[in-house]
């Protein structure tokens, strides 16, 4: 892709109106653009980055025997009454329709979902089921400042799994858990698998935090890895010693990537999510949730992936691979031609900076700002047949030579 035809450029001022490092970052390096508070539009570099988290998550979920669906976004506001959270669900977006009806504007999608499972079904043998979307949700959030971390439209994964019983359904819960951990290694975080409370259905749910101090969140975790639990039920306190001997425990800030809940029978009742067992006898359903918020985990990556020039992508779900950096020097156009098209050929992604009139040094400051984790000048200095490589989280230069390329990036 030639950065010249890109829609969207690099801006050096701030959004005057944002306040988080998300937003910021992503706003001037040409990610996303500001709709209203809350709402964002992604533009084509930021799109690649979403598809790339989806896309993982998609695998992952592939993986684990989950089924892709997409469920509508306009819900029957009936279904929401016969769970009661028509009145309850605060940041419900309640759409008024020219006619007579009412919606609801999905937030989550138990009310559409569990009356569509129980019309197929009917036995044992419909069980275990494991459904997912990743869809776009809405929720009216009091408080959206947050830039891509707390959206009032944002990209969600979430997933239903359904069982036989109590014991499958806890079977499975923990098989996600472990499933959770690899998504968010892939897409380049550190994640704490946190025990937090589960609402009126459930003793517990689990979630998945990323230490950071613009987080909104808080936990107390060891450090050593088996213990984290939220401040808002946590029995242990911080400097409290690690029953396993791994020192003290830590509170820190966090933002919560993906939250998972056994829900037991509480929508399969009210909908009356049954199956017939071998001898016949009718039994609910239990089922589980589990969420990953795409949007917010790219918001998540650039708050712990940056430093003062700009973003720093992990490579995984970076919008490429290679920013590469042409210095107008004449008789060197076809040096870069040459290299981009090595590297495309190897099905390497490159953005190619091939701007006339633009100085070296700004070309560097958008590499750096945009975030790619790989940066290739060619121009007269360096030679013919020559590129310079660097990593932008390495301050050191390589030169290699054109044929060696695809081994260096590559690794
Ligand atoms: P939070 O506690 O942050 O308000 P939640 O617990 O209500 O979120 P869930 O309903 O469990 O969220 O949604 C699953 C995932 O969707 C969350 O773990 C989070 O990553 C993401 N998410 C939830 N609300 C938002 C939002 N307003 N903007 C962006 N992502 C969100
Ligand atoms: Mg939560």
């Known amino acids: 892709m030639k950065y010249s035809q ?54 992952e979920m592939d993986a684990a025997g989950g089924q ?62 494991s459904l997912y979307q990743i869809q776009v949700k809405f929720r009216d959030e009091p408080r959206a400042k947050a830039g891509l971390l707390r959206g009032r439209e944002f990209l969600m994964k979430d997933l239903y799994s359904f069982h036989c019983d109590e014991k499958d359904l806890m079977r499975y819960y923990e098989e996600m858990k472990k499933v959770y951990m690899k998504v968010f290694k892939r897409v380049g975080l550190e994640a704490v698998e946190t025990e937090a409370a589960g609402g009126t259905f459930s003793k517990f749910s689990h979630e998945y935090q990323v230490v950071c101090e613009s987080g909104e969140d808080e936990i107390i975790y060891c450090p050593g890895g088996d213990y984290s639990q939220n401040v808002e039920i946590a029995v242990a ?98 040096w870069a031609k040459e290299t981009y098209n090595k590297l495309t050929k190897a099905g390497i992604e490159v953005l190619w900076d091939d701007r006339e009139d633009v100085s070296a040094g700004e070309k560097f400051a958008d590499a750096d700002l945009i975030g790619i984790p790989v940066r290739i000048v060619v121009s007269k200095k360096v030679g013919e047949g020559k590129v310079e490589v660097k990593k932008r989280n390495e301050k050191k230069t390589e030169i290699v030579s054109v044929s060696a390329l695809n081994k260096i990036v590559l690794i």
């Open 237 to 334: 306190k911080e400097g409290q010693q690690c029953r396993l001997g791994h020192g003290p425990l830590k509170r820190v800030k966090t933002i919560e990537v993906g939250n998972i809940f056994p829900l037991k029978d509480k929508f399969s009742k009210v909908f009356n999510l049954n199956y017939k067992d071998k001898s016949g006898k009718d039994h609910l359903v239990m089922m589980g949730c589990y969420g990953i918020g795409i949007s917010r985990t790219m918001g998540a990556i650039v708050e712990v992936c940056h430093d003062d020039h700009g973003i720093v992508w992990p490579s995984s779900v970076s919008p490429f691979d290679v920013h590469l950096v042409h210095i107008e020097d004449p008789g060197t156009e076809s």
């Open 68 to 129: 892709e669906l997409l469920l509508s976004a306009l819900q029957d506001k009936d279904n929401w009454q016969k769970t009661g959270r028509w009145g309850t669900f605060d940041a419900l977006f309640k759409v008024k329709s020219r006619y007579d009806f009412e919606y609801a504007l999905g937030p989550t999608h138990e009310e559409v979902l569990v009356p569509l499972v129980s019309q197929f079904v009917s036995s044992y043998r419909d069980l275990p089921l």
């Open 6 to 59: 890109l829609f969207g450029k690099t801006q050096r001022q701030e959004p005057r109106d944002e306040t988080s490092v998300n937003a910021k970052l992503l706003i001037r390096a040409g990610f996303i653009s500001k709709e209203v508070s809350g709402v964002y539009n992604f533009l084509p570099l930021g799109l690649r980055v979403l598809n790339k988290i989806s896309q993982i998550v998609r695998e």
